[in-house]
């Protein structure tokens, strides 16, 4: 087998998912990489990372991109996101609760070292009970809710499915907004 041939095979893996029809992505770790393609020594992330960049190369003709998962830091390959929105269906079609509900989840998990208390979501969403929208997230494996402790983390299936660095961008933007709009008054 080729590297290519192994890249390929590693970064496409998935697993059968909770319901039956569904498939989960599992991709891989740099340690299984390096140990597949045989890298060893001292300059094995640096040659993995290298290897890693030709092929990106080479397989963005077929609209396929290399990402890495910021929750878990698995590597996995996808298609481009124009080809992503053509074929995909978007869960929160005429949900917009649930993104909104996902948004601050997101938004709190990542100010809050990862773990946050549903009271908090209700909290800054402001409503009674958003239990309902929270199984939904847990039901697409977005979100993981621990039932005793009423804490919610992020599932990392959540990485491979959204762009975390285009939310964080957008995030950022907007808070630089506000705060240009603070200034001006």
């Known amino acids: 087998m080729n590297e290519y041939t192994i890249l390929l095979y590693l970064l496409t893996r998935t697993k059968q998912g909770n319901s039956n029809d569904k498939f989960e992505i599992i991709g891989a770790s740099e340690e299984e990489l390096c140990d597949s393609l045989h890298f ?3 300059f094995t992330k640096i040659q993995l990372h290298e290897l890693m960049d030709q092929f990106s190369k080479s ?8 990402k890495q998962n ?3 830091f698995r590597w996995y390959l996808t298609q481009s996101s124009e080809i992503e929105e053509f074929f995909s269906s ?7 609760r649930i993104a909104a509900t996902l948004c601050t989840v997101l938004s709190l998990c990542m100010t809050n070292n990862g773990k946050i208390d549903i009271n ?7 409503k009674k009970d958003i239990r309902k929208d929270l199984q939904e997230l847990e039901k697409l494996n977005f ?5 005793k ?4 983390s992020i599932n990392p299936y959540l990485g491979y499915f959204m762009d975390i660095e285009g939310f964080l961008n957008i995030l950022e933007n907007e808070i630089r907004k506000k ?7």
């Open 179 to 185: 705060n240009i709009e603070n200034v001006d008054e």
């Open 149 to 152: 402790s009423n804490l919610i």
């Open 40 to 42: 060893t020594g001292k």
């Open 70 to 72: 910021p929750f878990n």
């Open 90 to 96: 978007n869960p929160f079609s005429g949900k917009p």
């Open 120 to 126: 908090s979501v209700r909290k800054i969403r402001n």
């Open 143 to 147: 979100i993981n809710m621990e039932k």
């Open 59 to 66: 397989i963005s003709i077929f609209n396929l991109q290399l």
